[in-house]
């Protein structure tokens, strides 16, 4: 079997990697980096043509992070007979996602914030549809060479990756050498459950080869946390500012983030944490996938299948087109981005509250290094007296509350060393992770599983595994 990364899987950017064998080239996600736009965010798809040694015929999604479907529309434009496998929920939300990112680009192209055309437009992605096939987990498809039968099939199947709805990891059967041989693909994957998704399942061991996911490999206190006791406190600091007359803004990610969010803040409201009028402020497209959350919550893994987000009432944060900040009622804010990046909502509010003692930013999620939500934690951490939440605002003062809770959708560094143990792979390739991260994943899998090579690749790499 061949493979190459197609994305940077030395940093957390685009992840693509592609596969062949017995003549049938695959895709394992279409992301697009988020720490860049336009062009150079894709993966290097020219790769497949140049160093791949079959044609490509199927793209696997994982799920509907932007980071694995992004670069999905540019994919398609150049392979046009492709098969698209993926879950029914990842469907739906892949949809939703790539039209809200058609917008997204075309409007900060058009208001001069990004030098960027738009990649894609909504038509682009109605075009995809017809290539989308659908399977439920652990529900084996072949693999086939452009509807023919190759004599020696691969064949796919998804099992429930407990990371966002949708999201699968996948089990590639192949032949090699007379063999049936394994691989499996974990992708961004939570081994413990969150609130409202269940944590995920895996094939049975052994494996010939392993793809791991890296995301938290350089977070030691990751490992040292537990969700409980996360709850507890970020229960706990929504109370104390609300008691205070102060309003908690907590920055997500419109996918995954924002609804196990609404969730604890439901249950906080029935364990009676939380005063049950405190109005909750959310907006946009989060609403939307909160409402495909809550129609396939029957059909899709839950913890409770009764729990629907939007039980949990919500308010929109504008009047007359000014964002309700000036109330001065306590309350609870719930916005995209999660990472606090300028021209977006969460980063507006933060903006009116970093300079209030009595408010509070409450972060929940994974901040890239030189975001506006790390330089904030970090003024924090080191005691700054201000911070630039944006840069043609400049600096404000720091006087709010600011605190991190670990409610990552990903499973911790300790969590993935123990799944190679159990899965008992020949061969691991780690992939996206910062260079911290992979380093100290390489070693610790090394030393949890002694008969596995381990193997980081470098983006464009032709490995045979
Ligand atoms: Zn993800």
């Known amino acids: ?3 190459i990364s197609l994305g940077d899987s030395s940093k957390i950017a685009a992840s693509c990697h592609y596969l062949s064998a017995n003549g049938v080239g695959l895709v394992l996600d279409a992301g697009a980096d988020p720490n860049r736009e336009g062009i150079p965010s894709l993966p290097r798809y020219d790769l497949i043509r140049s160093h791949g040694d079959a044609e490509l015929r199927h793209v696997i999604i994982t799920h509907a992070h932007h980071d694995h479907i992004g670069g999905l529309p540019s994919l398609v434009a150049d392979h046009v007979d492709v098969d ?3 879950t029914p929920a990842t469907r739906t939300l892949t949809e939703f996602m790539l039209s809200a990112g058609a917008r997204l ?3 900060l192209f058009r208001e001069g914030s990004s030098p960027h055309p738009p990649l894609f437009d909504e038509e682009h992605v109605e075009e ?3 290539l989308f096939r659908t399977h439920s987990y652990e529900k084996s498809f072949a693999l086939k060479d452009n509807g023919k039968d190759n004599g020696t099939p691969m064949s796919a199947a998804f099992y429930d990756a407990g990371h966002v709805l949708g999201s699968a990891g996948v089990l590639i059967r192949y032949h090699e050498a007379g063999q049936t041989r394994r691989l499996f693909y974990t992708s961004d994957t939570n081994t413990r459950a969150q609130t409202i998704i269940p944590g995920g399942c895996y094939p049975a061991p052994p494996l010939d080869v392993l793809v791991m996911e890296c995301t938290l490999g350089a977070d030691a206190e990751a490992a040292h946390t537990t969700r409980k006791d996360e709850a507890y406190r970020f229960g706990e600091a929504l109370r104390a500012v609300l008691a205070r007359g102060g309003s908690a803004l907590i920055p997500v990610f419109m996918l995954g983030r924002a609804q196990e969010v609404l969730a604890m803040i439901d249950r906080f409201k029935r364990q009676l944490l939380l005063p049950e009028a405190v109005p909750v402020y959310t907006y946009g497209g989060m609403r939307q996938v909160s409402n495909i959350y809550d129609s396939m919550r029957r059909d899709t893994p839950r913890i409770n299948e009764q729990f629907a987000v939007r039980q949990v009432q919500q308010r929109g944060p504008f009047k007359r087109g000014r964002i309700r900040i000036a109330d001065h009622n306590p309350s609870i804010y719930v916005l995209a981005s999660g990472m606090v990046f300028e021209n977006t909502l969460s980063n507006r509010v933060a903006q009116a509250f970093v300079e209030e003692e009595k408010h509070a930013i409450l972060m929940v999620g994974f901040c890239k290094e030189d975001s506006p939500g790390a330089r904030l ?8 007296e201000g911070v630039v939440l944006d840069k043609r605002v ?6 709010c509350q600011v605190e991190r809770f670990r409610f990552s959708g990903h499973s911790n560094r300790q969590d993935l060393v123990e799944l190679s143990r159990h899965l008992r792979p ?3 390739v780690l992939v996206h992770g910062d260079a911290d991260a992979l380093a100290w994943m390489a070693e610790a899998v090394h030393a949890a599983v002694p008969d596995t090579t381990v193997i980081v690749p470098k983006m464009g790499q032709a490995i045979t595994l």
Do not use: V, Y
């Open 105 to 107: 680009q075309r409007r």
């Open 1 to 3: 079997m061949q493979f």
């Open 377 to 384: 934690l970090a003024a924090k951490a080191e005691g700054h």
């Open 84 to 86: 698209i496998h993926l």
């Open 394 to 399: 400049g600096m404000q003062p720091l006087a």
């Open 128 to 130: 995809i549809a017809p």
């Open 426 to 428: 020949r061969k691991t």
